[in-house]
């Protein structure tokens, strides 16, 4: 039985305990919250053994197994450091930090303590995208032509809200851009060049983010975020026998739609939960065979994935500071 931690008691939290419970081998052992109350109206939801007011002190305690980490992004990596220097196995939640030299730092201290960590990209596990990486890497329907993927939502303003408050890392990339981008170092691999086109709100975040990855052999991807429009929240693979579309919205569990010979065919994947549940199998299973890294989602595609965003927070002129 795995004994998880949570640090964190948001939306996306809910989401992940919900499915903790969900799980015949592991339980919700402990919460964490700066919020005492917010904790145990957590903890009472979801049956959690003991919760805390303070962080560290769900990291110091000695019956938990793994900590997933909820927390805004801004606090990931301190939060992380905290989790490893007290020899506790994390699954932090996306994005892993605010920079690549957090992020390696973050891996650098995992290594030294010999414990697990993973980036939690739950969308990498769900059973419609490991399809699509199995049918890509099959070649049936021939070589990638063009990626198009998109992910945005309209919110509202709120100054003093995450996303669009730049003290806790606001804005549209880090925050949904992140997954188109995930989808084309997936699918396509790091690209030759970036490009980046922003529209910034009042507060100094990016609110929508226009993004062209280019690679060598001439593929390309087109992507889009947003925090202030709705848009498809697609991915469009197109290849040379046919057409891939991993339907909205395509982060999250979803279904498949093959266009291929002039016929559209449907590919619909059951989950009966949040979708969370599959990271957290993953997790656990490198848990029990003793693994300090994930063999999916690696340190490699971790520090890719933040080089990306790096780059294009470079090329778009956002600087948190």
Same mark, same amino acid.
Do not use: W
């Given at each position: 039985m795995i004994k998880w931690g949570i640090i964190g008691c948001g939306k996306i939290a809910h989401k992940f305990a919900e499915d903790i419970c969900s799980l015949t081998n592991a339980t919700l052992f402990a919460v964490a919250s700066r919020d005492l109350n917010k904790a145990q109206a957590f903890g009472n939801t979801y049956e959690a053994q003991i919760c805390y007011g303070n962080y560290e002190e769900l990291a110091k305690d000695s019956n938990i197994d793994i900590i997933y980490i909820a927390t805004p992004h801004v606090f990931h990596y301190e939060n992380t450091l905290m989790c490893l220097k007290n020899k506790k196995a994390v699954l932090c939640e996306k994005p892993f930090a605010m920079s690549t030299d957090q992020v390696l730092e973050m891996i650098a201290v995992a290594k030294q303590n010999q414990v697990f960590l993973m980036e939690a990209l739950w969308t990498y596990f769900l059973p419609h995208y490991q399809y699509v990486l199995g049918l890509l890497e099959s070649k049936e329907l021939g070589k990638i032509k063009n990626l198009k993927a998109d992910f945005g939502f309209a919110t509202s303003?709120?100054?003093?809200?995450?996303?669009?408050?730049?003290?806790?890392?606001?804005?549209?990339?880090?925050?949904?851009?992140?997954?188109?981008?995930?989808?084309?170092?997936?699918?396509?691999?790091?690209?030759?060049?970036?490009?980046?086109?922003?529209?910034?709100?009042?507060?100094?975040?990016?609110?929508?983010?226009?993004?062209?990855? +280019?690679? !060598?052999? /001439?593929?390309?991807?087109? =992507?889009?975020?947003?925090?202030?429009?709705?848009?498809?929240?697609?991915?469009? &693979?197109?290849?040379?026998?046919?057409?891939?579309?991993?339907?909205?919205?395509?982060?999250?569990?979803?279904?498949?739609? +093959?266009? !291929?010979? /002039?016929?559209?065919?449907? =590919?619909?994947?059951?989950?009966?939960?949040?979708?969370?549940?599959?990271?957290? &199998?993953?997790?656990?299973?490198?848990?029990?065979?003793?693994?300090?890294?994930?063999?999916?989602?690696?340190?490699?595609?971790s520090i890719q994935l933040i080089q990306l965003l790096d780059a294009v927070r470079k090329e778009i002129g956002l600087d948190y500071g």
């Open positions: 303003f709120d100054p003093e809200g995450r996303l669009f408050n730049k003290k806790l890392g606001g804005g549209s990339v880090l925050d949904v851009g992140i997954y188109p981008l995930f989808a084309a170092l997936t699918i396509l691999g790091y690209p030759e060049d970036i490009k980046g086109k922003a529209t910034f709100g009042k507060t100094g975040v990016d609110e929508t983010c226009t993004m062209q990855l +280019l690679y !060598k052999n /001439g593929v390309t991807a087109s =992507l889009f975020s947003a925090i202030t429009q709705k848009t498809n929240t697609e991915a469009i &693979i197109t290849l040379e026998n046919g057409t891939i579309i991993i339907n909205s919205r395509f982060h999250e569990p979803s279904s498949v739609t +093959l266009l !291929k010979d /002039g016929k559209a065919e449907l =590919l619909e994947f059951e989950v009966n939960t949040n979708g969370y549940n599959f990271e957290a &199998i993953h997790a656990q299973k490198m848990l029990l065979q003793n693994r300090t890294e994930s063999t999916i989602m690696t340190f490699e595609k």
